[in-house]
């Protein structure tokens, strides 16, 4: 089956998978007291261009915004989010349930949040009978395929700051990012100001994993045990770890993401011509776009993809780091058949 519904649907890139039968040898202690954890650790304290961080390694991107959160939050704080963030939509009301904090949703068309946006919501601080502001989190790239640009997240990291806030980032897909905006993620992290972040590795080649870096020690204490309690502490860890030393170090992470976006941009393009209207920028590896039903029936005959919007009939298309030329090529033929 190739297939358009997710970044999440492709297998596992050559390289990890070498590195993951690498790490197959012998006996190693468990729950990362290892040699590939250590090494794994420092190929991300060299991507950030920090020596003093502590990266956490993690099954999966909801355990990751979770673990985030709670080392962010009491229980009587509230997260400002996008209505569309992944927190809010997708994650089973997880972060609500293991923070105890309410999440403040705002409507905006693009998925990116602004200081504008967010002002409205910074009140009731001190106030015994409001929850209180803590985090503005925010998803790099959006989930509608948009990227924030370094400057639009050093203004919200300065808006949080400037009330006593964390700015969270949930980066599993922030290798599209870098590649759409020719930027590093220390640009898009450290140098804006951002206290928290994950950097996807399962939506861009990887077969499982996700890694939480916190920039600020007081947030840093804490995680270890939130992700034992959270159930995301590998004991195994060696096998999970050991991916993301060839997908830092050998440039897989920005190799894919980059090979995904063109890929995206080749899709939409098509699109385009066959005279499908798009509703996103194409900022990333996704694709939105407007399709009637009886088409939209007609297109899934063939290709698996979700729908995004029902009352706009709008959809979305996904592309991934194997996506081919031959995907598209293919699916675009259909596409023309099914629109005419």
Excluded at 4 to 31: K, T
Excluded at 67 to 85: G, N, R, S, Y
Aim: aromatic share 10%; proline share 3%; charged share 25%.
């Amino acid at each position: 089956m190739r297939s358009f519904g997710s970044d999440n649907n492709s297998g596992v890139h050559p390289r990890v998978m070498e590195a993951i039968v690498g790490a197959n040898s012998g006996h190693a202690v468990g729950y990362g007291d290892d040699a590939w954890t250590r090494e794994a650790e420092d190929a991300v304290r060299e991507l950030v261009g920090r020596e003093d961080i502590d990266p956490f390694f993690v099954f999966n991107g909801t355990g990751a915004n979770v673990i985030a959160l709670q080392a962010c939050t009491l229980p009587f704080h509230h997260v400002i989010c996008a209505a569309t963030a992944h927190i809010a939509v997708d994650e089973c009301g997880a972060p609500v349930k293991l923070t105890g904090c309410a999440l403040k949703e705002i409507v905006v068309a693009d998925g990116k949040l602004t200081p504008e946006a967010v002002r409205p919501l910074l009140h009731g601080f001190g106030v015994e009978h409001h929850s209180q502001p803590k985090v503005i989190a925010i998803s790099q790239t959006t989930e509608m395929g948009t990227a924030y640009t370094p400057q639009e997240i050093r203004a919200l990291a300065d808006l949080a700051h400037e009330h006593g806030m964390y700015l969270f980032v949930d980066g599993t897909r922030m290798a599209n990012a870098a590649a759409f905006l020719n930027v590093t993620v220390k640009e898009m992290t450290v140098d804006c100001g951002v206290d928290i972040f994950t950097f996807g590795g399962t939506k861009n080649g990887l077969m499982i994993g996700e890694v939480l870096v916190p920039l600020r020690k007081e947030l840093a204490e804490n995680i270890r045990y939130y992700r034992k309690q959270t159930t995301q502490l590998y004991s195994k860890m060696r096998y999970l770890a050991a991916q993301f030393i060839p997908y830092i170090r050998e440039g897989i992470w920005l190799e894919n993401a980059t090979k995904s976006n063109a890929a995206a941009q080749k899709l939409a393009a098509g699109m385009r011509k066959a005279g499908v209207e798009l509703t996103q920028d194409v900022q990333s590896n996704a694709v939105f776009f407007t399709l009637m039903e009886e088409e939209t029936t007609l297109l899934r005959e063939r290709y698996f993809f979700y729908d995004w919007d029902g009352e706009r009939n709008e959809r979305r298309l996904v592309c991934s780091w194997d996506t081919t030329e031959e995907d598209i090529a293919g699916f675009i033929s259909y596409l023309r058949t099914v629109v005419k």
